[in-house]
């Protein structure tokens, strides 16, 4: 299905309108912009977690200083996140309402963020790991506690992403965007008919050198269990094993493991067959209408990509501030429309395209099959050995 909201014109007023994705070759171009925007723009004043358009009333609660709640005391803020997972233009705002200087880094699996986090002190302030990983982080002590002082906007939060296993009243994380794993595919390749997780991981013989499966473990192993007809859950030795000899057995029919070219990949032709997130395969359809989304019959997976302040980052008040923007209604709007994946801010839906809004393959009914995955000590450990032995 081929969404035009981007012409909402009503949508455009209130959101504006992004011109390209901030991904892996973008957002270097986008770090320059961002220090000059950063000179620029600055009134005075603070940013609550209002709109871009509304400056925050005296006694708002988060008013103050706009570097107070800081261990290093420089109005600096570094986020890292997923690869094309923002607009261009909410980072550029808020650097201009805020006057901080925003560096906005990519990274494109849960492992290599993990990788990242573990090998020492770091100096990030938000990282947005998926939700399956929290219990990790938590055990590892690798994340801090949210400045709750500083965020009136978690009252915007839909319940289902409070009241979680992961983080029960997201004293940790706040809620980003979340979407699901799925295939995405060209009709005039792959035929209309696309239905089944057979297409992937059993692709057909004139698919070869066309299809890529996700390099993130989670999706890899709990989708190909899917397939086998197995819990996407299992631990069991048996169950991994099978999924580690299907994965390398369809190897060599595939273009290769990617969780960050697939996107363009799909809209160039070049790939025609993709597992991947609902949120990118539709970046991808934006660019090319013969790519389309589904979610398996035979079920897939859920999931909620949640900001985090590491434990000891040095601007901690800054990022509570930023969580709070994001939080707001227009914010997540904007940010939605642009990446298509589900907003956790149920009261921006009113300013997204309904295209969006009613597409079961961005927000799902409830009887859609979706698993979201746990990961935690030896069953982390163990998906990790099979992973490591199907691209290694
Ligand atoms: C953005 C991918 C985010 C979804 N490109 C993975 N959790």
Redesign the pocket.
Same mark, same amino acid.
């Given at each position: 299905m081929v969404r035009a909201g981007r012409e909402d014109p009503e949508l455009n007023m209130l959101v504006g309108q992004p011109d390209r994705r901030v991904g892996r070759r973008s957002f270097l171009r986008t770090a320059g912009l961002l220090a000059a925007a950063g000179v620029a723009g600055y009134a005075g004043g603070t940013v609550a977690g209002l709109g871009d358009d509304q400056p925050p009333a005296r006694g708002t609660p988060g008013f103050g200083p706009l570097t107070s709640g800081n261990r290093v005391d420089e109005r600096v803020l570094n986020i890292y996140n /997923? !690869?094309? &997972?923002i607009d261009e233009r909410t980072i550029p705002l808020y650097q201009a309402q805020s006057n901080l200087r925003i560096n906005y880094d990519v990274y494109s699996s849960n492992q290599d963020l993990l990788a990242k986090m573990r090998a020492g002190p770091t100096t990030y302030d938000i990282i947005v790991p !998926?939700n399956n990983f929290v219990p990790t982080y938590l055990n590892l002590d690798l994340i801090e506690p949210l400045r709750h002082d500083l965020m009136p906007n978690l009252a915007n939060i839909d319940r289902e992403f409070v009241d979680t296993d992961y983080d029960p009243g997201n004293r940790f994380t706040i809620p980003y965007q979340w *979407?699901t794993t799925g295939i995405g595919f060209n009709r005039q390749r792959a035929g209309e008919g696309v239905d089944s997780w057979a297409a992937v991981f059993e692709p057909a013989a004139d698919m070869g050198g066309h299809v890529t499966l996700l390099r993130e473990a989670t999706d890899l192993i709990a989708c190909a269990l899917i397939h086998l007809g197995k819990s996407p859950n299992s631990m069991e030795d048996a169950d991994l094993a099978e999924v580690v000899k299907l994965v390398r057995s369809v190897k060599p029919k595939l273009k290769g493991f990617t969780? +960050?070219t697939y996107i363009d990949e799909l809209a160039a032709d070049e790939t025609w067959l993709a597992q991947g /997130?609902s *949120? +990118?395969v539709f970046q991808a359809q934006d660019q090319n209408a013969n790519v389309s989304y589904v979610i398996p019959k035979e079920g897939s997976l859920r999931?909620v990509?949640v900001m985090c302040v590491p434990k000891g980052a040095p601007h901690p008040g800054n990022a509570a501030r930023f969580m709070n923007y994001v939080l707001h209604p227009r914010v997540q709007a904007r940010i939605s429309s642009y990446?298509s &994946?589900g907003t956790p801010v149920s009261l921006s839906k009113p300013l997204l395209p309904p295209e969006q809004t009613t597409d079961p393959a961005i927000y799902p009914p409830a009887s859609t099959k979706l698993t979201i995955v746990t990961l935690t000590g030896q069953k982390l450990q163990k998906w990790q050995a099979a992973y490591d032995q199907i691209l290694k």
């Open positions: /997923w !690869s094309d &997972y !998926s *979407g969780t +960050d /997130w *949120g +990118d999931f990509d990446v &994946y």
